[in-house]
């Protein structure tokens, strides 16, 4: 029951900051693509905000919030970093490793993470997003074939250093909480590279129909 409440209440705090780095690259996205006033009727929240952009994020955060922990729960047993320290303790300084036990189970975790688990979120979130846009199959299709890539390779360039934070220092209970955090940024991307994407559908599907609303 205990488990079930944290992993509830983790689900709520990554669907919150999914949905925070969906508002704020909506801001930053309309300052170049709406005015800020209409018919000098100001707006309730900001120009061309879409809250239905938001609750999807939302969604998306609290459901992959508990994959998350139980893959992070995963590489802690498999890799436990307290019992690496102590055979590193036990073992005589002559003996000592080039790299001391505790920093190969974090990069072992790294490294893990990345070539496991990296290919299969990135997926989840593009066919995730695009499912609940409602896509058709055909657009699926295109944006996995544009998109994944994208997301994969920005990824890399941002979370290994962030775990390498993550697995050494943050304890198991907070190291979705941690990631979230990054992720409040990481989201922000994520939310500008769907709209790039979804922008990009509706002008190809424009200039195909020759009809532009």
Known sequence: MVAAKRIAALALFSGSVSATGNIIAQY?????????????KPFVFFPGYEPAQTLRFFVY???FAPISFRWHAFLNS???????????ASKPAAAAQPLPDK??????????????FAPFASGAFVVGMGL???????????RIRVQYPRVLMVGYLVWPAAQLINFSIVPLMYRVQFGSVVGLFWNTY???SSAQMKRDQQRKACTSNAVCI
Request: glycine share 4%.
């Open 103 to 116: 920093a190969r189970a974090v990069l072992k975790r790294i490294a893990v993470d990345q070539i496991v």
């Open 61 to 63: 955060g609290v459901s």
């Open 28 to 40: 930053i996205d309309s300052w170049s693509t709406a005015p800020r006033r209409v018919e000098n």
């Open 78 to 88: 498999r890799f436990p970093l307290v019992a690496s320290a102590k055979a590193a």
């Open 190 to 192: 994520l939310s500008w």
């Open 132 to 142: 609940l846009e409602g896509l058709r199959s055909s657009d699926l299709v295109e």
